[in-house]
């Protein structure tokens, strides 16, 4: 399984953003990310950090698709339109 390093939290409008960096076979991916409250509500009920959410979405795409597949810029909601199972697999995996 690829390394995930969770870069710092910024807080913006309604959500939050971090710098993911994926270590993958020898090779760096970085990736900007947000993560919307509802989305985070959704998944995790309050129960973990924002972060750590962040960093199960990227298990979660990383168990269905290389590193170089997944957007360098995206908000977690778009995981739902190319995985629709999101909603009932991510919460699982906190």
């Known amino acids: 399984m690829?390394?995930?390093?969770?870069?710092?939290e910024t807080e913006g409008d309604n959500c939050w953003s971090y710098e993911v960096q994926v270590f993958d076979a020898?090779?760096?991916h970085q990736y900007d990310v947000t993560l919307s409250w509802s989305?985070?509500?959704?998944?995790?009920r309050g129960r973990v950090p924002p972060s750590r959410v962040v960093e199960t979405a990227f298990k979660f795409l990383l168990d269905r698709e290389p590193a170089t597949a997944i957007m360098p810029r995206f908000d977690c909601s778009v995981i739902r339109r190319y995985f629709p199972d999101v909603d009932k697999q991510l919460p699982t995996m906190l």
């Open 2 to 8: 690829p390394e995930i390093e969770i870069g710092p």
């Open 26 to 28: 020898g090779r760096t």
């Open 39 to 44: 989305d985070y509500d959704l998944w995790s």
